[in-house]
Structure formats: C-alpha cells, structure tokens
C-alpha cells in the first residue's frame, strides 16, 4: 500500500537553530515528490517538486533532498516567518497525490 | 487574478441537510481536485476531473457528488450531511506543463454537520 509518513508531528525551534523535517514513503513507481507549505487557516501553497533520487532544490532558507526512501526539509537559520505546517506529498503514476500528516513547524523568536 | 476562489468560507449543517461547495479558478488549468482535511491526516482526495467534461472518484466519494460545470468550475455536493463529514474542504487545480506539476489550492471551507 503506498504510503507517507512525516516526522516530527511538531517541532519547536528556536530562530536561527537549522534543523530538518522527514517524508519517508512507500509507493511502486514514484513519478514525483511534493513539499508545500499551510499557514492556519488557509490552502496548502506549493514548495518544490523533486523527481528523482539525489536531486535537490532549494529556495531561501529551505533546501529539499530526495533519496529512494525519503525526503528531507532542510531549514538553515529559520525566522518566525517560517512558521507553518509542512506537508510532503507522493504521486504514484495516476492523478492522485498521496499526503502525509504534515510537520508542525514553530520558530521562536 | 484571483487563482482558486471557493465559497461559502464557513457553514454549519444540520444531520440531513443539503448544500453545495462551489469552486472556481481563472488559471486555464484543465485538472481541478476536491480534498478534505482531518486534524492527524493528510489531505485525502474526495473526487477530481482531469478535464473538462469528466470526472472520477479519489480515496473517500462516499456521500459526495461532483460537477464539472465547465473549465472553472467545479462543484462538489452533499446530498445528505452526516457527523463525519464535518471536516475542512479544498478545491484545487492542476498545471502540468513539461517539469512542471503544481496544485494551486483555494482557502477552504469550514464545514460543521450537527
């Protein structure tokens, strides 16, 4: 059964202390990774999409990885405005995205 | 441009009751998508049309139907509202062009069934 898992559920961090968020999946045939981005009470917004393993991108303070089994959310030197949940996403070859929980992100000023 | 616009923002809904979630996006896009949110899960996808004129089940449709009105529209109705259909609605649509593959979602809508 294809699959996302992210960890941690919440991380608390303090401004300026660099850390990283998992997606780890399970899926037959990845044809894409997503990351995104949800502020409270409103839509998801579109972070990166990664299609194969060892690629990265990257866009201000956030850098995302892929590997055969995960991805990572690399956050270097956060600012509050950073707070948000992260959520990963998978697709598996049809028009379905498959979602993870998402990671709740606060960053202390 | 407004991207993907939905109404109502808020609704509360008597067990049995009624209504329709309207969608509507200006960005050409033919896919458009309705997921629904729970507190601990993911988004899980209720319905979607890859284009215009069609339109197929995702991982939750049972109590939901749904109408591609044309390009931009893209409606999904409760026939008849239940506890467990409370929940957080987003629509979104869909640009694939080459590399590209981004969803665009909308702000939601806020559904309570009493």
């Known amino acids: 059964e294809d699959q996302v898992t992210q960890s941690p559920e919440a991380l608390r961090l303090q401004e300026g202390e660099s850390s990283s968020l998992n997606c780890s999946y399970t899926?037959?045939?990845?044809?894409?990774l997503f990351w995104y981005r949800q502020d409270p009470g409103k839509g998801p917004e579109f972070l990166f999409t990664l299609y194969s393993a060892g690629e990265e991108k990257e866009k201000e303070r956030l850098k995302a990885t892929l590997t055969k089994k995960e991805s990572f959310l690399h956050i270097t030197a956060p600012k509050p405005e950073d707070s948000a949940t992260y959520l990963c996403?998978?697709?598996?070859?049809?028009?379905?995205?498959?979602w993870g929980a998402g990671t709740k992100l606060i960053i202390k000023p | 441009n407004a991207g993907v616009t939905q109404t109502p923002k808020f609704q509360v809904l008597k067990t049995g009751q009624s209504m329709t979630l309207q969608c509507a996006q200006d960005?050409?896009?033919?896919?458009m998508y309705w997921y629904r949110q729970d507190p601990g899960m993911g988004l899980r996808l209720i319905y979607y049309s890859a284009s215009e004129g069609t339109t197929d089940k995702g991982e939750v449709p049972n109590g939901y139907n749904v109408s591609r009105l044309n390009k931009r529209e893209f409606s999904l109705r409760l026939e008849s509202a239940a506890p467990s259909q409370t929940s957080v609605y987003f629509c979104?649509?869909?640009?694939?062009?080459?590399?590209?593959?981004?969803?665009?979602f909308g702000p939601g809508t806020r559904l309570t069934v009493l």
């Open positions: 979104a649509s869909r640009l694939l062009a080459g590399m590209s593959d981004t969803q665009y």
């Open positions: 996403a998978v697709q598996a070859g049809n028009y379905q995205l498959i």
């Open positions: 960005m050409n896009h033919n896919s």
């Open positions: 899926v037959s045939g990845l044809r894409g």
